[in-house]
């Protein structure tokens, strides 16, 4: 009656010697990517990538992360990464068991305790076609708007600020605009980091046509480098900084009176709320805590620059107020009409590679379907296409409310789907408690071990990237497609065909139904141009594939929505001046800069959280690259040197850091990128990876905001105090290992195995018992009296794992002994210098990767300039090729080089 466990229809097999085009699955740039499988001597296949040349996104390029792609791919035998088979309670079972289950406790909650007590949970790491067969099944046929996904985390403030703005969630502009500007301003972005290759384009801008850039962060992160100014304003006040803007365009005869008069409505109120917040440079200066001159500056320049393009991401969305900052944004580009034309436009920047497609069809708990909402007609329209039996009436519940209602026991079974909320959501804590007490836990995931798949009661494996068939949406609304390149692993499937069966099995087979992708890809272009009039329509059309045939999806190029039946593709919105909303035009929208829902205690910094160059989200995928993990390969806080003096902390120390939601271990950098009074924490790390510094444990869910329903996850107080050891060790290891002696630890990724970092109080744990692989010969040194131990075991000449464990700190680099671990055996003198921890040669250590792209590290960069007289990145890159690939470790390379010169000098 239903499919069983054969592949889904159209799921491909592995293709070898020819070339696939597909899209990076990370950052919102949606750059394309040129995929090539070729089988070695052994018969297994082999993966390289390069940047797609003909993709309008990247045009080739792609960043440090998008280049080791083919460095994250496991396969089924690669040390149990994959999630292979689905699973009950921990026990493999068949699809049918396994779909069955699922299906009969959906029902059973639903039937008992209605529709809105079972909620899906899912992620702009989906394909829009699994993001569309997901939504349909819980807002159409179970008829609760209970699913919300993890964009809830990146873009609602966004969504909430555009709908307000243009009356739909929509980026006016594209990708040229950032060529064509005059003027590039970066508000909570850290553009060099997080969207590399889109940084890249406005550096060649930058160069070619004179571009200026200005960056408007509280920290000096590394798109200052190729900023011409930068404002380092005090957390939280970027609407202080807009309004004030607003206030003095105003004032100097800015406004554009006839785009205002004919094109806007509200600009009145929106100027006297901006007037009672902001009313001059000296009151914004104050707030922010820069200088007069610095705001004086930048208003003038963005008063005197008609090629304006605002950039902003997660330091202006992850705030309590970020709706309002979004807007205080779009009304100065409403107020001098620099919207809708080449190099003008507001230019959000989303930050998942597929966030804007979820919120396409639906994805978020406030959103129906298509870019509809929840208003009767709405409703109707949604019902008479899906001929569905209970839409939805009304939002469902959000990523935070989600979660609570989950801990209440309102919501009795959740489907989680390729994401990691028992990290990345606030108090993360409260989420496995939540999901810990749940009757049921469903997670789909291609990984086997993730924290939220721990708390499952029932896994089902999920196709991965290079598996996967569909579309994606990237920041300046591109569709593209993701075409898989190998076949799928073990008895995965892919997350459409998954949920489809499910359905069916609920009792809705006639609605789902869907033979491949192509036909998922399909009834979502026709329910987006259904009844969509264009004009006075809803501004997400992609109408004119409707009807497109397997073969044209299957070589469909990319292309920008909307692209309405009998028209063509848009690439900018708004250029005849009417907007989505009921009269056509843009809305003004009133902004008050608000407090911090949140107390900060005397002694407390603010920390903040974000993104690292060469790490994704939680690491299950970036995690498996040694190359990608040796940038920063420990959690590191980020400290203002005043505040750790002030603490007694160190430079490359241990500190602990608490808040009300929980505490952490981590490594610490002190610099004066920093600004005095807050912190910064990456938000990768999970207990898979370190042993107490997973983010979403510090920062509570308190501070959300009204509109978006957005956590503010920048601006969390807490306190910093040095965490002192007895000892510290490290650990090399074939397999990975997890220990368990309660202090710090952290594990990353190095060719041939993992190396993890120990450190600890009290008394010595008995790692050599702990850590010792079964079957191996042991090699000790102890020295008791300065407290060092050293163990190497061998499997023949085979090293399968070496501790080294100190008390007085001293420590042997990690370089060669890692180099060890890729080798099938120990020559005489490796062995003989194996617990020395030093090659036969004293072989200099690389130091951490400043270059990920060609393994080029510090130690090994200082060498070349000095030796070298290396003075300019142009000559580092010649002489090491560093920086000449993705172009992002270039602020850490003038970093090293001017302290090279500084050392020279002295």
Not at 90 to 106: H, I, Q, S
Request: aromatic share 6%; proline share 5%.
């Amino acid at each position: 009656m239903f499919d069983g466990p054969e592949p889904a229809p159209g799921a491909p097999r592995a293709v070898v010697g020819r070339e696939v085009k597909t899209t990076c699955p990370y950052c919102g740039v949606g750059c394309g990517v040129v995929a090539t499988v070729t089988v070695d001597d052994q018969g297994d296949d082999r993966v390289t990538v390069r940047g797609d040349a003909d993709h309008p996104a990247n045009r080739g390029r792609l960043c440090s992360k998008g280049s080791a792609l083919a460095e994250t791919l496991v396969r089924d035998g690669d040390g149990g990464g994959r999630l292979l088979h689905p699973e009950i309670d921990g026990r493999r079972v068949a699809w049918d068991e396994a779909l069955a289950e699922v299906a009969t406790r959906f029902a059973a909650a639903i039937a008992r305790h209605g529709p809105d007590s079972v909620a899906f949970y899912v992620s702009g790491q989906l394909l829009t076609e699994d993001y569309y067969v997901a939504n349909k099944l819980m807002k159409g046929f179970i008829g609760s708007a209970n699913i919300d996904t993890n964009s809830r985390l990146c873009m609602a403030s966004s969504v909430a600020g555009h709908k307000r703005g243009f009356g739909a969630d929509a980026v006016p502009g594209s990708y040229a605009d950032f060529e064509t500007a005059d003027l590039v301003v970066l508000v909570g972005s850290n553009l060099a980091w997080c969207h590399p290759v889109l940084n890249q384009r406005l550096l060649a801008a930058k160069a070619a046509r004179g571009t200026r850039i200005i960056v408007v962060d509280p920290r000096r992160t590394a798109s200052v480098d190729g900023a011409d100014s930068h404002l380092a304003l005090a957390a939280g006040t970027d609407s202080v900084l807009f309004n004030g803007l607003l206030v003095y365009l105003h004032a100097m005869g800015r406004t554009d009176a006839v785009f205002v008069g004919r094109h806007t409505n509200g600009e009145e109120d929106a100027l006297a709320a901006a007037h009672a917040d902001a009313p001059d440079i000296a009151a914004v200066a104050r707030r922010c805590k820069l200088s007069e001159a610095e705001v004086a500056a930048f208003y003038a320049e963005v008063a005197t620059t008609e090629r304006l393009v605002t950039v902003y991401s997660q330091g202006v969305n992850q705030s309590s107020q970020g709706t309002d900052t979004v807007n205080s944004i779009l009304n100065v580009h409403f107020l001098t009409g620099r919207i809708g034309q080449p190099g003008m436009g507001p230019f959000s920047v989303t930050g998942q590679p597929n966030a804007m497609g979820g919120r396409e069809v639906g994805g978020l708990a406030n959103q129906l379907a298509a870019h509809m909402g929840f208003t009767v007609e709405d409703i109707d329209r949604v019902r008479r296409f899906w001929n569905a039996p209970r839409v939805a009436a009304k939002p469902g519940l959000k990523a935070v409310d989600l979660f609570r209602a989950i801990e209440r026991g309102h919501v009795k079974a959740v489907w989680i789907m390729a994401t990691n909320p028992a990290v990345s959501m606030p108090d993360a804590g409260r989420v496995r408690r939540a999901l810990a007490k749940c009757p049921t836990v469903v997670v789909s995931d291609c990984i086997a071990d993730t924290d939220t798949g721990r708390l499952a009661h029932i896994r089902l494996p999920a196709a991965g990237w290079s598996e996967k068939d569909g579309t994606v949406t990237n920041s300046d609304r591109t569709i593209s497609r993701q075409r898989a390149f190998r076949a799928a692993e073990g008895e995965a499937r892919p997350d459409w065909w998954i949920i489809a069966q499910v359905a069916r099995r609920m009792g809705f087979a006639d609605g789902f139904g869907f033979d491949n992708a192509a036909a998922v890809f399909r009834e979502h272009a026709a329910l987006s141009g259904f009844e969509n009039d264009g004009a006075s329509g809803r501004a997400f059309d992609i109408g004119a594939l409707a009807e497109v045939n397997d073969a044209e999806f299957d070589t469909l190029a990319p292309f920008p929505w909307p692209w309405r039946a009998g028209g063509q593709p848009q690439a900018r919105l708004f250029t005849d001046n009417h907007y989505a909303t009921d009269d056509g035009r843009a809305r003004f929208v009133p902004v008050t800069a608000k407090a911090l829902p949140r107390t900060l205690p005397d002694g407390a910094l603010l920390l903040n959280t974000g993104r690292l160059r060469d790490q994704w989200h939680t690491m299950t995928r970036t995690g498996l690259s040694a190359r990608l993990s040796a940038h920063a390969p420990e959690p590191c806080l980020d400290l203002h040197p005043a505040d750790a003096a002030s603490r007694g902390i160190l430079d490359g120390g241990l500190v602990r850091v608490t808040s009300v939601a929980g505490e952490a271990l981590a490594r610490v950098r002190v610099t004066d990128a920093q600004r005095e009074g807050t912190a910064f924490l990456p938000m990768h790390w999970t207990d898979a990876f370190t042993g107490s510094c997973v983010i979403g444990r510090l920062i509570d869910d308190e501070a959300v905001d009204p509109l978006s329903g957005q956590p503010d996850l920048k601006r969390m107080p807490a306190t910093v105090l040095p965490y002192v050891p007895a000892w510290t060790a490290f650990l090399l290891s074939r397999t990975p290992v997890k220990p368990i002696h309660g202090g710090y630890w952290a594990r990353r990724a190095v060719a041939g195995g993992h190396l993890i970092e120990l450190a600890g109080h009290g008394p010595l744990p008995d790692f050599a018992t702990e850590f010792a692989p079964a079957g191996c010969a042991a090699i000790n040194f102890s020295d008791a009296a300065r407290g060092n131990q050293r163990t190497a075991w061998l499997r023949g000449d085979r090293l399968e794992a070496c501790l080294f464990v100190s008390a007085d700190g001293s420590l042997p680099g990690r370089d060669w002994l890692a180099g060890l671990l890729d080798r099938d055996g120990l020559d005489d003198g490796d062995r003989a210098a194996l617990l020395a921890g030093r090659a036969p040669g004293a072989k200099a250590d690389n130091g951490r990767i400043v270059c990920s792209c060609f393994s080029v590290g510090v130690n090994r960069l200082i060498a070349a300039i000095r030796d070298q007289s290396l003075t300019s990145v142009e000559a580092v890159g010649a002489a090491l090729k560093a920086g000449t690939n993705c172009g992002s470790c270039v602020p850490e390379l003038k970093e090293v080089l001017r302290h090279a010169v500084q050392r020279e000098v002295a």
